[in-house]
């Protein structure tokens, strides 16, 4: 008698979702350096007001944290337990907690209290806990997004400015104006996009699974090794970028 067939375990790593994680890295990188530069006023941008900076980083988080959603999809599917969620989320806020401080020690006046890896060390969790609401998780996305435009001139109305702005509350997103931090990642609207990010992984693993299961070409690869390492990546780009710069401009004195 022929022995019945064994469906192909998933693969160990995804190596589309990498390659998308380590184009979001490229593309961070690309941003940062130009940040750099304006820093050390070799060029004149401005970051935080020109829509042609502000726009592409919208983007460039809102990829991260697109491909957050789709990873948290196959630890689910890969059957990944609570031990090993725990401990990688352990090291996204010990990373986190090196950014800010990172940041107090070069922005002192507007160090980063809810970063992007601050974020995400709190949507994990969220995200996690509700991976099996199914469909719903598409409504829930959109409500995430749309909330805190809802709420926050509501909260406005009732005298609450001053206390959703707080370093103690603005983690939430229901502020007035971005605070004075050189990066911030609320809770809403980016949960929204995690959910989102979820909602289609779940759904292409679940109909289309050769969309996220299939190999990639040599560039492919290439991304999908800089995506495996980019907590780690995240964390030395910006130190080493700094560093050369500052470097350079001292040997050029």
């Known amino acids: 008698m022929a022995a019945m ?91 986190a907690l090196l950014v800010t401080a990172g940041s107090v020690v070069m922005f002192p006046l507007s160090y980063i209290t809810f970063g992007v890896l601050h974020g995400i060390a709190v949507m994990l969790v969220i995200v996690r806990l509700s991976a099996g609401w199914g469909g719903w998780l598409w409504p829930a996305g959109l409500a995430a997004i749309v909330l805190p435009e809802l709420v926050t001139p509501l909260l406005q109305q009732q005298g609450w400015g001053l206390l959703i702005d707080s370093r103690w509350l603005n983690w939430l997103g229901f502020v007035t104006g971005k605070p004075p931090t050189e990066d911030y990642v609320p809770l809403l609207p980016w949960l929204g996009v995690v959910w989102w990010g979820l909602a289609a992984g779940q759904w292409l693993l679940a109909r289309h699974p050769g969309v996220v299961q299939a190999p990639v070409g040599a560039p492919g690869r290439a991304l999908a090794r800089l995506g495996r390492w980019s907590l780690t990546y995240y964390l030395a780009h910006q130190p080493v970028m700094i560093g050369l710069l500052s470097a350079w401009l001292a040997l050029r004195r």
């Open 5 to 95: 067939p064994v469906a192909a375990p998933f693969p160990a790593r995804h190596d589309r979702i990498d390659a998308l994680r380590g184009a979001a890295m490229v593309w961070m990188t690309v941003f940062h350096f130009c940040f750099d530069l304006a820093h050390f006023r070799l060029t004149q941008q401005n970051f935080y007001m020109d829509p042609f900076w502000t726009v592409q980083r919208t983007a460039i988080v809102s990829l991260f944290l697109f491909c957050a959603g789709l990873g948290q999809a196959v630890a689910v599917a890969q059957g990944q337990g609570w031990p090993r969620f725990w401990r990688r989320w352990a090291q996204v806020v010990g990373a």
